[in-house]
């Protein structure tokens, strides 16, 4: 009787395992949450003072740091130089002065703003809806060519 009772509590969780199927999708949370950790982790890594952009999502790819303003990404000179300009996909706000990063999508901060806040931490991805201030707006993916620190209240676009 013990022989029959053990086969079929086997059978039984045999056959839930056929009802309910582990999915693709719910795998998903568990690799964006993953990814979202990177950020959190590089947030705690880095220095107190700074900012950091990131080549890819997720705090990937280091591409540069700053703990002041440059108004080129694209010249040889301060934090950010040459290709770094408009390769930015995720940033990172360590700063202690100011309360945002302010980041422009030209030189000399020109072409509208968009901040990022001590208290946001960190944009994992500039998605479409990250976009700069002004008319046109234009998304801030691939498009900062500048950054520099200023009072949050300073900001009219804050990133999501």
């Given at each position: 009787?013990?022989?029959?009772?053990?086969?079929?509590?086997?059978?039984?969780?045999?056959?839930?395992?056929?009802?309910?199927?582990?999915?693709?999708?719910?795998?998903?949370?568990?690799?964006?949450?993953?990814?979202?950790?990177?950020?959190?982790?590089?947030?705690?890594?880095?220095?107190?003072?700074?900012?950091?952009?990131?080549?890819?999502?997720?705090?990937?790819?280091?591409?540069?740091?700053?703990?002041?303003?440059?108004?080129?990404?694209?010249?040889?000179?301060?934090s950010f130089q040459g290709d770094d300009d408009n390769r930015a996909?995720?940033?990172?706000?360590?700063?202690?002065?100011?309360?945002?990063?302010?980041?422009?999508?030209?030189?000399?901060?020109?072409?509208?703003?968009?901040?990022?806040?001590?208290?946001?931490?960190?944009?994992?991805?500039?998605?479409?809806?990250?976009?700069?201030?002004?008319?046109?707006?234009?998304?801030a993916d691939n498009r900062i060519s500048s950054h520099r620190w200023?009072?949050?209240?300073?900001?009219?676009?804050?990133?999501?």
């Amino acid at each position: 009787m013990r022989k029959l009772t053990a086969t079929l509590a086997a059978l039984g969780v045999a056959g839930l395992g056929v009802l309910v199927p582990a999915t693709s999708t719910q795998a998903a949370p568990t690799a964006r949450a993953a990814a979202a950790a990177n950020c959190d982790d590089n947030y705690e890594q880095a220095r107190l003072g700074y900012m950091y952009a990131y080549r890819l999502s997720y705090c990937e790819k280091y591409l540069g740091s700053a703990k002041s303003w440059d108004e080129n990404w694209g010249n040889s000179s301060r934090s950010f130089q040459g290709d770094d300009d408009n390769r930015a996909t995720s940033l990172l706000h360590r700063g202690t002065s100011g309360d945002a990063v302010a980041f422009y999508r030209l030189k000399d901060y020109k072409g509208g703003a968009i901040c990022l806040t001590k208290g946001q931490k960190y944009a994992s991805s500039l998605k479409s809806d990250d976009v700069f201030s002004g008319n046109p707006s234009y998304t801030a993916d691939n498009r900062i060519s500048s950054h520099r620190w200023v009072a949050k209240e300073a900001c009219k676009k804050f990133m999501d």
